[in-house]
Protein backbone atom coordinates (compact mmCIF):
# COMPACT_ATOMS: atom_id res chain seq x y z
CA UNK A 1 0.00 0.00 0.00
CA UNK A 2 2.79 2.28 0.75
CA UNK A 3 4.31 1.45 -2.02
CA UNK A 4 1.26 2.86 -4.29
CA UNK A 5 0.06 5.69 -2.06
CA UNK A 6 3.49 6.87 -1.94
CA UNK A 7 5.20 8.11 1.03
CA UNK A 8 3.33 10.26 3.09
CA UNK A 9 0.54 9.41 0.62
CA UNK A 10 2.34 11.64 -1.82
CA UNK A 11 0.95 9.84 -4.85
CA UNK A 12 -2.45 9.85 -3.16
CA UNK A 13 -2.52 13.85 -2.75
CA UNK A 14 -1.32 13.56 -7.09
CA UNK A 15 -4.18 11.79 -7.61
CA UNK A 16 -6.67 12.88 -5.81
CA UNK A 17 -6.37 16.22 -7.11
CA UNK A 18 -6.20 14.63 -10.67
CA UNK A 19 -9.65 13.05 -9.94
CA UNK A 20 -12.19 15.78 -8.54
CA UNK A 21 -15.47 14.13 -9.17
CA UNK A 22 -14.32 10.77 -7.09
CA UNK A 23 -13.87 10.53 -3.15
CA UNK A 24 -10.81 8.44 -2.41
CA UNK A 25 -10.54 6.71 1.18
CA UNK A 26 -7.42 4.43 1.69
CA UNK A 27 -7.90 2.18 4.99
CA UNK A 28 -5.33 -0.42 5.70
CA UNK A 29 -4.39 -2.58 2.99
CA UNK A 30 -8.15 -1.43 0.60
CA UNK A 31 -8.66 2.09 -1.34
CA UNK A 32 -12.56 2.67 -1.68
CA UNK A 33 -13.52 4.84 -4.80
CA UNK A 34 -16.72 6.88 -4.91
CA UNK A 35 -18.40 8.93 -7.38
CA UNK A 36 -18.62 10.09 -10.95
CA UNK A 37 -19.23 6.84 -12.74
CA UNK A 38 -16.68 7.47 -15.33
CA UNK A 39 -13.60 8.56 -13.10
CA UNK A 40 -14.48 5.84 -10.99
CA UNK A 41 -13.71 3.29 -13.53
CA UNK A 42 -10.44 5.39 -14.67
CA UNK A 43 -9.42 5.32 -11.50
CA UNK A 44 -10.04 1.32 -11.01
CA UNK A 45 -7.66 1.35 -14.03
CA UNK A 46 -5.10 3.61 -12.39
CA UNK A 47 -5.19 1.80 -9.44
CA UNK A 48 -4.59 -1.66 -11.09
CA UNK A 49 -1.64 -0.52 -13.09
CA UNK A 50 0.36 1.13 -9.94
CA UNK A 51 -0.21 -2.35 -8.21
CA UNK A 52 0.94 -4.39 -11.36
CA UNK A 53 4.05 -1.49 -11.45
CA UNK A 54 4.77 -1.72 -7.51
CA UNK A 55 4.36 -5.74 -7.48
CA UNK A 56 7.70 -5.41 -10.21
CA UNK A 57 9.82 -3.76 -7.65
CA UNK A 58 9.76 -0.76 -8.88
CA UNK A 59 9.28 2.44 -6.77
CA UNK A 60 6.46 5.33 -8.32
CA UNK A 61 8.12 8.59 -8.29
CA UNK A 62 5.08 11.70 -8.18
CA UNK A 63 6.06 12.35 -12.06
CA UNK A 64 5.43 8.82 -12.99
CA UNK A 65 1.87 8.73 -11.45
CA UNK A 66 1.49 11.91 -13.15
CA UNK A 67 1.93 10.22 -16.31
CA UNK A 68 -0.10 7.49 -15.86
CA UNK A 69 -2.99 9.82 -14.98
CA UNK A 70 -2.78 11.40 -18.14
CA UNK A 71 -2.53 8.02 -19.93
CA UNK A 72 -6.17 6.95 -18.06
CA UNK A 73 -7.37 10.70 -18.94
CA UNK A 74 -6.74 9.89 -22.90
CA UNK A 75 -8.05 6.24 -22.75
CA UNK A 76 -4.11 5.32 -23.39
CA UNK A 77 -2.56 2.30 -23.42
CA UNK A 78 -1.16 1.38 -20.55
CA UNK A 79 0.51 -2.40 -21.52
CA UNK A 80 4.31 -2.35 -20.45
CA UNK A 81 4.87 1.20 -18.82
CA UNK A 82 6.64 0.74 -15.74
CA UNK A 83 6.77 -3.03 -16.00
CA UNK A 84 8.81 -3.93 -19.40
CA UNK A 85 12.30 -4.06 -18.06
CA UNK A 86 15.06 -3.47 -20.69
CA UNK A 87 17.81 -3.50 -18.76
CA UNK A 88 18.98 -3.98 -14.80
CA UNK A 89 22.29 -1.91 -13.85
CA UNK A 90 25.06 -3.31 -12.19
CA UNK A 91 23.48 -1.73 -9.15
CA UNK A 92 20.46 -3.47 -9.56
CA UNK A 93 18.16 -0.58 -11.27
CA UNK A 94 15.97 -1.06 -13.50
CA UNK A 95 15.60 0.31 -16.93
CA UNK A 96 12.17 0.58 -18.11
CA UNK A 97 10.11 2.33 -20.99
CA UNK A 98 8.53 5.12 -18.60
CA UNK A 99 6.00 6.39 -21.43
CA UNK A 100 4.48 5.13 -24.30
CA UNK A 101 6.38 6.64 -27.16
CA UNK A 102 9.40 5.06 -25.00
CA UNK A 103 7.57 1.08 -25.15
CA UNK A 104 6.81 1.59 -29.08
CA UNK A 105 10.53 2.94 -29.32
CA UNK A 106 12.08 -0.27 -27.41
CA UNK A 107 9.11 -2.43 -29.37
CA UNK A 108 10.43 -1.35 -32.58
CA UNK A 109 13.88 -1.98 -31.99
CA UNK A 110 13.18 -5.63 -31.24
CA UNK A 111 11.01 -5.88 -34.59
CA UNK A 112 13.35 -3.80 -36.87
CA UNK A 113 16.53 -3.84 -38.01
CA UNK A 114 16.59 0.30 -38.70
CA UNK A 115 15.30 2.37 -36.04
CA UNK A 116 15.18 5.90 -36.13
CA UNK A 117 14.00 7.64 -32.96
CA UNK A 118 13.32 11.34 -33.31
CA UNK A 119 12.78 13.60 -30.63
CA UNK A 120 13.41 16.35 -28.21
CA UNK A 121 16.28 16.13 -25.40
CA UNK A 122 15.52 13.85 -22.50
CA UNK A 123 12.98 11.76 -24.12
CA UNK A 124 15.62 8.72 -23.57
CA UNK A 125 16.78 8.20 -27.24
CA UNK A 126 19.92 7.31 -26.91
CA UNK A 127 19.88 5.81 -22.98
CA UNK A 128 16.92 2.97 -23.99
CA UNK A 129 19.13 2.18 -27.31
CA UNK A 130 22.63 1.74 -24.93
CA UNK A 131 20.49 -0.44 -22.33
CA UNK A 132 18.81 -2.56 -25.81
CA UNK A 133 21.97 -3.14 -26.85
CA UNK A 134 23.59 -4.18 -23.92
CA UNK A 135 21.15 -6.64 -23.77
CA UNK A 136 21.44 -8.26 -27.05
CA UNK A 137 25.22 -8.16 -26.43
CA UNK A 138 24.98 -10.25 -23.00
CA UNK A 139 22.57 -12.39 -24.33
CA UNK A 140 24.77 -13.20 -27.44
CA UNK A 141 22.17 -11.81 -29.97
CA UNK A 142 25.11 -9.95 -31.30
CA UNK A 143 28.72 -10.37 -31.09
CA UNK A 144 29.66 -6.51 -30.54
CA UNK A 145 28.26 -3.18 -29.85
CA UNK A 146 29.38 -0.17 -31.84
CA UNK A 147 28.16 3.63 -30.90
CA UNK A 148 28.93 6.32 -32.73
CA UNK A 149 28.57 10.13 -33.30
CA UNK A 150 29.36 12.82 -36.13
CA UNK A 151 31.99 14.96 -34.80
CA UNK A 152 30.69 18.50 -36.61
CA UNK A 153 33.76 20.53 -35.50
CA UNK A 154 36.09 18.29 -37.02
CA UNK A 155 37.01 20.53 -40.00
CA UNK A 156 37.83 23.67 -38.05
CA UNK A 157 38.28 23.09 -34.39
CA UNK A 158 39.36 20.00 -32.91
CA UNK A 159 42.69 20.62 -34.87
CA UNK A 160 43.37 23.21 -31.60
CA UNK A 161 42.92 20.88 -29.14
CA UNK A 162 45.69 18.83 -27.83
CA UNK A 163 46.44 14.91 -28.78
CA UNK A 164 46.20 12.24 -30.84
CA UNK A 165 42.57 12.24 -33.34
CA UNK A 166 40.99 9.81 -30.27
CA UNK A 167 41.69 12.16 -28.10
CA UNK A 168 40.21 15.15 -29.55
CA UNK A 169 37.11 13.20 -30.30
CA UNK A 170 36.54 12.10 -27.16
CA UNK A 171 34.69 14.73 -25.66
CA UNK A 172 32.28 14.60 -28.00
CA UNK A 173 31.65 11.11 -27.90
CA UNK A 174 31.43 11.37 -24.07
CA UNK A 175 27.74 10.92 -23.29
CA UNK A 176 27.59 7.61 -25.17
CA UNK A 177 29.89 6.45 -21.86
CA UNK A 178 28.26 8.22 -19.78
CA UNK A 179 25.22 5.93 -20.66
CA UNK A 180 26.89 2.56 -20.44
CA UNK A 181 29.30 3.50 -17.27
CA UNK A 182 25.13 3.99 -15.98
CA UNK A 183 24.78 0.39 -17.12
CA UNK A 184 27.70 -1.60 -16.41
CA UNK A 185 31.14 -1.51 -14.28
CA UNK A 186 33.98 -0.12 -15.37
CA UNK A 187 35.53 -3.20 -15.06
CA UNK A 188 33.45 -5.07 -17.39
CA UNK A 189 33.06 -2.11 -20.09
CA UNK A 190 36.90 -1.54 -20.23
CA UNK A 191 37.21 -5.40 -20.95
CA UNK A 192 34.57 -5.26 -23.28
CA UNK A 193 36.58 -2.35 -24.68
CA UNK A 194 40.04 -4.07 -25.12
CA UNK A 195 38.34 -6.90 -27.03
CA UNK A 196 36.69 -4.98 -29.46
CA UNK A 197 33.27 -6.32 -28.25
CA UNK A 198 32.53 -2.70 -27.82
CA UNK A 199 33.89 0.07 -29.93
CA UNK A 200 32.86 4.08 -29.20
CA UNK A 201 34.22 6.19 -32.61
CA UNK A 202 33.39 9.27 -34.59
CA UNK A 203 31.18 8.75 -37.34
CA UNK A 204 34.18 9.32 -39.86
CA UNK A 205 35.93 6.15 -38.71
CA UNK A 206 32.80 4.10 -39.75
CA UNK A 207 33.36 4.41 -43.80
CA UNK A 208 34.37 1.25 -45.71
CA UNK A 209 33.57 -1.24 -42.98
CA UNK A 210 31.03 -3.68 -43.19
CA UNK A 211 29.08 -4.25 -39.48
CA UNK A 212 28.04 -8.13 -39.52
CA UNK A 213 26.41 -8.97 -36.25
CA UNK A 214 26.71 -5.79 -34.72
CA UNK A 215 24.14 -3.82 -32.65
CA UNK A 216 25.07 -0.56 -33.83
CA UNK A 217 23.98 3.31 -32.36
CA UNK A 218 24.43 6.38 -34.28
CA UNK A 219 23.96 9.41 -31.95
CA UNK A 220 23.05 13.06 -32.60
CA UNK A 221 22.07 11.82 -36.55
CA UNK A 222 20.79 15.21 -36.96
CA UNK A 223 24.26 16.35 -37.71
CA UNK A 224 24.61 14.03 -40.31
CA UNK A 225 25.18 15.61 -43.61
CA UNK A 226 23.49 13.65 -46.94
CA UNK A 227 26.10 12.06 -47.72
CA UNK A 228 27.31 10.58 -43.88
CA UNK A 229 23.92 8.77 -43.46
CA UNK A 230 24.15 7.23 -46.62
CA UNK A 231 27.43 6.22 -45.63
CA UNK A 232 26.39 5.15 -42.41
CA UNK A 233 23.45 3.48 -43.23
CA UNK A 234 25.00 1.15 -46.07
CA UNK A 235 27.91 -0.48 -43.23
CA UNK A 236 24.89 -2.49 -42.16
CA UNK A 237 25.74 -6.07 -42.76
CA UNK A 238 24.50 -9.39 -42.14
CA UNK A 239 22.78 -9.93 -38.36
CA UNK A 240 23.27 -6.29 -37.43
CA UNK A 241 20.55 -3.87 -36.11
CA UNK A 242 21.01 -0.30 -36.41
CA UNK A 243 19.63 2.75 -34.04
CA UNK A 244 19.69 6.17 -35.22
CA UNK A 245 18.61 8.90 -32.93
CA UNK A 246 18.25 12.87 -33.18
CA UNK A 247 16.24 15.97 -32.40
CA UNK A 248 15.65 17.75 -35.78
CA UNK A 249 15.40 20.92 -34.09
CA UNK A 250 18.70 21.18 -32.86
CA UNK A 251 20.90 20.60 -35.91
CA UNK A 252 24.78 22.22 -35.70
CA UNK A 253 25.70 21.82 -39.53
CA UNK A 254 25.58 25.49 -40.89
CA UNK A 255 24.94 25.49 -45.04
CA UNK A 256 23.68 22.03 -45.43
CA UNK A 257 20.82 20.04 -44.85
CA UNK A 258 20.70 17.36 -41.82
CA UNK A 259 20.77 13.75 -43.61
CA UNK A 260 18.43 12.87 -40.87
CA UNK A 261 15.68 15.52 -41.67
CA UNK A 262 16.08 14.15 -45.28
CA UNK A 263 15.84 10.28 -44.80
CA UNK A 264 12.41 10.41 -43.43
CA UNK A 265 10.81 10.69 -47.10
CA UNK A 266 13.86 8.88 -48.91
CA UNK A 267 13.54 5.79 -46.54
CA UNK A 268 9.50 6.33 -45.46
CA UNK A 269 7.44 2.47 -46.23
CA UNK A 270 10.43 0.61 -46.44
CA UNK A 271 9.66 -2.82 -44.71
CA UNK A 272 12.13 -3.32 -41.89
CA UNK A 273 12.84 0.43 -41.44
CA UNK A 274 10.96 1.93 -38.66
CA UNK A 275 10.46 6.03 -37.77
CA UNK A 276 8.91 6.30 -34.14
CA UNK A 277 8.83 9.95 -33.11
CA UNK A 278 9.11 11.21 -29.58
CA UNK A 279 7.92 14.21 -28.07
CA UNK A 280 7.76 16.89 -24.73
CA UNK A 281 5.40 13.97 -22.97
CA UNK A 282 8.26 11.41 -23.48
CA UNK A 283 10.62 13.69 -21.30
CA UNK A 284 11.52 11.73 -18.16
CA UNK A 285 14.43 14.31 -17.20
CA UNK A 286 13.59 17.53 -14.66
CA UNK A 287 10.36 18.20 -15.32
CA UNK A 288 11.96 22.05 -15.81
CA UNK A 289 12.44 20.29 -19.08
CA UNK A 290 9.64 19.29 -20.35
CA UNK A 291 8.54 22.86 -19.77
CA UNK A 292 12.00 24.50 -21.20
CA UNK A 293 10.70 22.64 -24.62
CA UNK A 294 7.44 23.76 -24.25
CA UNK A 295 9.35 26.84 -24.09
CA UNK A 296 10.84 26.92 -27.45
CA UNK A 297 7.70 25.33 -29.29
CA UNK A 298 5.76 28.11 -28.50
CA UNK A 299 8.62 31.20 -29.33
CA UNK A 300 8.88 29.26 -32.59
CA UNK A 301 5.46 28.76 -33.57
CA UNK A 302 4.93 33.02 -33.05
CA UNK A 303 8.43 33.06 -35.39
CA UNK A 304 6.78 31.44 -37.46
CA UNK A 305 3.51 32.99 -37.81
CA UNK A 306 4.96 36.50 -37.73
CA UNK A 307 6.92 35.28 -40.45
CA UNK A 308 4.26 34.21 -42.50
CA UNK A 309 1.99 37.14 -41.66
CA UNK A 310 5.25 39.37 -43.24
Known amino acids: MVG ?31 GD ?64 GQRRYVEAIHKNDVVFAIGPAGTGKTYLAVAVALGYLKRGQVKRLVLTRPAVEAGEELGFLPGDILQKVNPY ?29 PLAFMRGRTLNHAFVILDEAQNTTHTQMKMFLTRLGFGSKAVITGDVTQVD ?33 HPLVKAIIEAYERSEKKKETSTKET
Open 4 to 34: VLGQYNRNLRVITSAFSGARIVARGDRVRIE
Open 37 to 100: EEEVAQLERLFGKLLEVVKGDHVLTPEEVRYLISQVRNGGNLEGLLTDVVQVTHWGETIRPKTE
Open 173 to 201: LRPLYDAIYDMIPVSEFEKYMATGRIEIA
Open 253 to 285: IEGRPSGLQEVRSILAGIPGIAFVYLDRRDVVR
